[in-house]
């Protein structure tokens, strides 16, 4: 799960991690006030930041500063309810709901610091760079080096020696050593509390003054231990989330919408993936990945197809399903049912296997509805991707 900016800083000043003063703004009204509030406690300027899900907002026009509360208010009006195109939106961009006001700062650097979960190591990954406010993914393919990172003992945490190391490497000034291993103390904590699985500031900034900032942030967390914050759930907002990818997320269905034109309905991530790959090798392109789980029903699997459907893009359909815990019979029952209440009209293909199969092809056939079964993936890869041709 995602969160915006302004949240993601809240929850950082919880942790004891400098953060710029700043206020979220719906309205210009709001955005008027928040402006002049920092104003009279003495900033020198604001800036106006469009508050979406997505990265690159300064070159699309998302973050502009204002002198006074004039300027302010008026950014903020034309800023509201703008199509903000980034290199991460995409050419559909996203519509701006929420602004953070926030005081201006005295920048002297700009640095990069984050944590993630390095899989391979089995632990999280401190990381930083003296090439901050950029792409920091550009910097780490064109220039590796320049990542540097520091691997955290799950049962140590971040050790105070590692954070002056990073310190030092990133050319801080003596008398900001230890500020900066609280602050990146404090970024571990903030980490590990909140089951993140990414936290990035970027910028990490000093100012002239000496002190140190999160100038921005971004926090993504492991949807599996949403469970144990609801305070964090809460944090959600699903105007910046595929409606279809909401809507599945309702009936606990794994979806992520995609580009192409054959839908895809799976049980099991594996061959979810292993589905999609063959789809590529036969010369099509999925349009989702949908893994309905070991445990769907047949209610389950019903709600499955209508959001596969909803994607106008889909062409043709491959349900794809190893019977096991989710037994063929009840995905056969619940594609029929599907079926009959849409009134599809698109080719469906199936590649049936395991408990209760031949029940299952039962039901499809006794259906009266013309479904193409296919007898391997192999098979049936094929036949979908030349009847989403036609």
Same mark, same amino acid.
């Given at each position: 799960?995602?969160?915006?900016?302004?949240?993601?800083?809240?929850i950082?000043?919880?942790?004891?991690?400098?953060?710029?003063?700043?206020?979220?703004?719906?309205?210009?009204?709001?955005?008027?006030?928040?402006?002049?509030?920092?104003?009279?406690?003495?900033?020198s300027?604001?800036?106006?930041?469009?508050?979406?899900?997505?990265?690159?907002?300064?070159?699309?026009?998302?973050?502009? $500063?204002?002198?006074?509360?004039?300027e302010?208010?008026?950014?903020a009006?034309?800023?509201?309810?703008?199509?903000?195109?980034?290199?991460?939106?995409?050419?559909?961009?996203?519509?701006?709901?929420?602004?953070?006001?926030?005081?201006?700062? +005295?920048?002297?650097?700009?640095?990069?610091?984050?944590?993630?979960?390095?899989?391979?190591?089995?632990?999280?990954?401190?990381?930083?760079?003296?090439?901050?406010?950029?792409?920091?993914?550009?910097?780490?393919?064109?220039?590796?080096e320049?990542?540097?990172?520091?691997?955290?003992?799950?049962?140590?945490?971040?050790?105070?020696?590692?954070?002056?190391?990073?310190?030092?490497?990133?050319?801080?000034?003596?008398?900001?050593?230890?500020q900066?291993?609280q602050?990146?103390?404090?970024?571990?904590?903030?980490?590990l509390?909140?089951?993140?699985?990414?936290?990035? $500031?970027? +910028?990490?900034?000093?100012?002239?003054?000496?002190?140190?900032f999160?100038?921005?942030?971004?926090?993504?967390?492991?949807?599996?231990?949403l469970?144990?914050?609801?305070?964090?759930?809460?944090?959600?907002?699903?105007?910046?989330?595929?409606?279809?990818?909401v809507e599945?997320?309702?009936?606990?269905?794994?979806?992520i919408?995609?580009?192409?034109?054959?839908g895809?309905?799976?049980?099991?991530?594996?061959?979810?993936?292993?589905?999609m790959?063959?789809?590529?090798?036969?010369?099509?392109?999925?349009?989702?990945?949908?893994?309905?789980?070991?445990?769907?029903?047949a209610?389950?699997?019903?709600?499955?197809?209508e959001?596969?459907?909803?994607?106008?893009?889909?062409k043709?359909?491959?349900?794809?399903?190893?019977?096991?815990?989710?037994?063929?019979?009840?995905?056969?029952?619940?594609?029929?049912?599907?079926?009959q209440?849409?009134?599809?009209?698109?080719?469906?293909?199936?590649?049936?296997?395991?408990?209760?199969?031949?029940?299952?092809?039962?039901?499809?056939?006794?259906?009266?509805?013309?479904?193409?079964?296919?007898?391997?993936?192999?098979?049936?890869?094929?036949?979908?991707?030349?009847?989403?041709?036609?």
């Amino acid at each position: 799960m995602k969160i915006h900016e302004y949240q993601a800083k809240g929850i950082l000043k919880k942790y004891g991690v400098a953060v710029p003063r700043g206020e979220m703004a719906t309205t210009r009204e709001q955005a008027e006030a928040a402006a002049r509030n920092l104003f009279n406690a003495g900033a020198s300027g604001v800036v106006v930041k469009a508050q979406i899900h997505a990265g690159g907002r300064g070159k699309g026009g998302g973050v502009k $500063i204002a002198k006074s509360v004039e300027e302010a208010a008026e950014l903020a009006g034309k800023m509201l309810g703008m199509k903000l195109v980034t290199h991460q939106t995409g050419p559909e961009g996203k519509i701006v709901q929420r602004l953070l006001i926030e005081e201006t700062l +005295p920048i002297e650097k700009e640095l990069y610091i984050g944590i993630l979960v390095d899989r391979g190591e089995g632990k999280a990954v401190f990381m930083a760079s003296a090439a901050g406010g950029m792409e920091i993914e550009q910097v780490a393919a064109q220039n590796p080096e320049a990542i540097l990172k520091e691997y955290i003992d799950p049962g140590m945490g971040l050790e105070a020696f590692q954070g002056r190391k990073l310190a030092f490497q990133l050319g801080l000034k003596p008398a900001q050593i230890n500020q900066a291993v609280q602050f990146m103390q404090g970024l571990y904590k903030a980490f590990l509390a909140t089951d993140a699985s990414l936290l990035e $500031i970027n +910028p990490f900034i000093t100012t002239i003054d000496g002190r140190l900032f999160a100038l921005d942030a971004k926090i993504n967390f492991d949807d599996n231990a949403l469970f144990r914050h609801p305070d964090i759930r809460e944090l959600r907002d699903t105007t910046e989330e595929d409606p279809l990818e909401v809507e599945a997320s309702k009936y606990n269905l794994n979806y992520i919408k995609l580009d192409g034109n054959v839908g895809c309905m799976v049980n099991g991530a594996g061959l979810a993936m292993a589905t999609m790959d063959i789809i590529k090798y036969a010369g099509g392109v999925p349009a989702n990945f949908l893994d309905v789980g070991g445990g769907a029903n047949a209610e389950q699997v019903t709600h499955a197809f209508e959001i596969l459907l909803s994607d106008k893009n889909v062409k043709a359909v491959l349900i794809n399903i190893f019977g096991g815990i989710l037994r063929v019979d009840t995905l056969a029952t619940g594609v029929v049912e599907a079926a009959q209440k849409t009134h599809i009209q698109l080719p469906i293909v199936l590649r049936l296997e395991g408990t209760n199969v031949e029940a299952g092809r039962e039901i499809l056939k006794q259906s009266g509805l013309n479904f193409i079964v296919a007898e391997t993936m192999k098979d049936a890869a094929e036949k979908v991707v030349a009847a989403a041709r036609q």
